[in-house]
Structures are given as C-alpha cells and as structure tokens.
C-alpha cells in the first residue's frame, strides 16, 4: 500500500465537560513537518501529539487545530489562583503611582493574564485522555484517506508504466524498418549519383548509421527502471524519494532515444514516454 500525503480528516468528541473538535491537513512535503495549534488548558499535551503523529506519519506537513469548548454547568472546573491575582493587582497598583492619571485597571485584564484561571487537575485528566482518544481517532481517519488516494494514484501509475512499455513496444518495432529504409536511400543516393556502389563503403555506411540510432542500451535501462517501480508500487510502503528518483532516470532515457532517433514514429514514442513520465512526476510528488 502507498499512501498519499495530501487529506484532511474532522473529528468531534462530546462529553459532560465540553466538547473537543480535531481538524487535521496533510500536504506533501519533503520530511515531515508538524505544526500544532492547541489551547492553553491543552499545552501540556503538545509533546505526547507529536509523538502520536510520528507514528502513523513519515511524510508530509501536517498541520492539526484543536478546539475546546466548556459546557456551561462545567464552570465548577475552573479556579482562580487567588494569590497570583492579588499580586498582579498590587503591582498594577504600584505602577499606577509612577503615572499621571493612570486609568484603572478592568478585571477581565487581571484574567488575561496567564495562569490566572486554572483548572482542576482531576478535570484536566480526564481532559487529556479525551483528547488523546480524539486526536487517535483524526489520525485513523486522516490516514484511511491517504490511503484511499495512494491507491488511487498507484492505479494511475501502473497504468502509465503499461502506456509506457507500449511505445518502448513501438521504438523496437521500428528499428529494422528504419535501418531497411536507410539502406535503400543509400542505393538511391549511388544510383542518382551514378557511382559504381561498392558493398564494402555501403556496408561501412550502415555500421555509422546503426551505430548512431543504437538505443539499445537505453530501451533495456528503461525496461528495467519501469519494472522496478511496478515492483515498489507493489511493495509499497514510504516509496515516494525512491519513485522520484526512478522517474527521473526514466527521463533521461526518454531524453536520449528523442535525441538519437531519425524517424517520426521513434520521436512520436520518445515525446510520449516523456509525457507520460512527466505525468507521473506531477503526482508522485503528493507520495508519502
């Protein structure tokens, strides 16, 4: 199984404190970069989300928002730290004295300020455990969808490497057409210049000439990186670089048989190898 990077999953869990809300991107990228955006209550828990992203996800830039929303009758859960309010309240007053009318304070300032409302631990646990749950739930969800698109994009690739044998199919074919039309404008070219045709200067002209279209290096290096990514399509697994990597290759061979070919069926093959290979880059760039 191959896995795409490019989805999104949403989740929502409810309970008798609140209610939690996961949204989770994927978008390809070249490591994995994870980026979270969480509430301060939830802060605590930013380690522990990393890890558990980590091991479902190799690749791909994941961005994952969470949301918290306390019920009402769950105010009982929140707590002001009494004392760290009564500090701030003193130093605004203090600093107040060095000003010319300071304006007063407003106390939703005071529970602004970070660590001012706190909640209780044995709510905050069960919290996190709902949260974990939430966030195990957004990733099966999340990788249930790159799933479904990698095999998706496994079938286009396959179906590619097939088109793709068909034209290397057609540049053989070709092959001895073109060598037989070459000996004969060669004739042609003697008769029209009424020399005596030597067989030994026509044969020498052939070996130049066959030796200038010789693809033959470059149609078995193409079978064989076409085999090998249908054997990793296959195997699956994290196989984007190693597909990259063959497609490229894949693209100079291409590259060379436009370069060496002398007939417009042969060149028609090469362009389209190229634009099928080219294809398959566009996309494999979105494999994990």
């Known amino acids: 199984m191959i896995y795409s990077m490019t989805a999104f999953a949403r989740v929502h869990h409810q309970s008798d404190k609140g209610s939690l809300v996961c949204e989770m991107r994927s978008i390809n990228h070249r490591y994995l970069e994870i980026s979270l955006h969480l509430p301060d209550v939830l802060r605590v828990l930013e380690m ?9 996800i190799k690749r791909g830039k994941i961005e994952c928002l969470i949301r918290y929303q306390a019920n009402q009758d769950a105010g009982e859960s929140l707590t002001i730290n009494a004392m760290l309010a009564q500090e701030l309240c003193r130093a605004s007053e203090k600093i107040a004295t060095f000003l010319q009318q300071a304006a007063p304070i407003h106390p939703t300032d005071i529970l602004r300020f970070p660590g001012v409302i706190e909640t209780k631990e044995t709510d905050l646990g069960k919290l996190q455990a709902d949260v974990m749950q939430l966030i195990k739930n957004a990733l099966h969800e999340l990788v249930a969808v790159r799933e479904r698109e990698g095999e ?29 039309e070459q000996r004969e404008r060669l004739y042609k070219r003697f008769n029209e210049a009424k020399l005596e045709l030597d067989p030994n200067r026509l044969e020498q002209e052939m070996v130049i000439f066959a030796q200038r279209i010789d693809v033959a290096e470059e149609i078995d290096r193409t079978v064989t990186h076409v085999t090998e990514v249908k054997r990793i399509l296959q195997e699956g697994g994290i196989v984007g670089r190693r597909l990259d990597f063959l497609l490229q290759e894949l693209n100079r061979e291409a590259n ?6 002398v007939d417009s069926v042969i060149t ?13 880059r566009e996309q494999v760039q979105n494999i994990e």
């Open 256 to 261: 060379t048989l436009g370069s060496k070919s």
């Open 268 to 280: 028609h093959a090469a362009v389209e190898m190229k634009v099928l290979i080219e294809q398959v």
């Open 48 to 56: 522990p989300l990393r890890e558990s992203i980590r091991k479902h």
């Open 152 to 180: 998706e994009l496994k079938q286009l690739f396959l179906q590619r490497m097939d088109l793709i044998q068909e034209e290397l199919s057609k540049v053989k074919t070709n092959l001895s057409r073109v060598m037989l």
